[in-house]
């Protein structure tokens, strides 16, 4: 069992960065996989991207590509998304998700969710 966290979410202007947070508890995190997605109001949940279980590999949707970047530090069950040069089409509730074999249309567990708002 895993339970998932995310922290960091808030209010930054176009142009500026936040990072997001995922923090797990529970055994053998370090076997999953770990996506971020996020939902904008009045829209669908939308995969933002994703990291394997060491950290080796990464995965973005095009439209964060260069300007989100994952991570993830399995010593502290973590998982990071750095977001910078922020759009106001960031805006959105990020989820992250946790998966053994990647498969991001039914992912094992999700955290609850943190709010970010872009502002111009």
């Known amino acids: 069992q895993v339970q998932l966290g995310e922290s960091g979410g808030g209010l930054a202007q176009a142009g500026g960065s936040l990072r997001l947070s995922c923090a797990a508890s529970?055994?053998?995190?370090?076997?999953?996989?770990v996506g971020w997605f996020r939902q904008a109001p009045g829209k669908e949940r939308e995969f933002v991207g994703a990291?394997?279980?060491?950290?080796?590999?990464?995965s973005y949707v095009e439209s964060v590509k260069g300007r989100f970047t994952i991570s993830r530090d399995n010593a502290k069950n973590t998982v990071y998304l750095q977001m910078n040069s922020l759009k106001l089409e960031d805006t959105g509730v990020y989820y992250c998700?946790?998966?053994?074999?990647?498969?991001?249309?039914?992912?094992?567990?999700w955290g609850q969710g943190t709010q970010v708002t872009v502002s111009s």
């Open positions: 990291i394997n279980w060491s950290g080796g590999s990464t």
């Open positions: 529970g055994r053998f995190f370090n076997k999953y996989e």
């Open positions: 998700a946790a998966d053994s074999r990647g498969d991001w249309h039914r992912p094992d567990y």
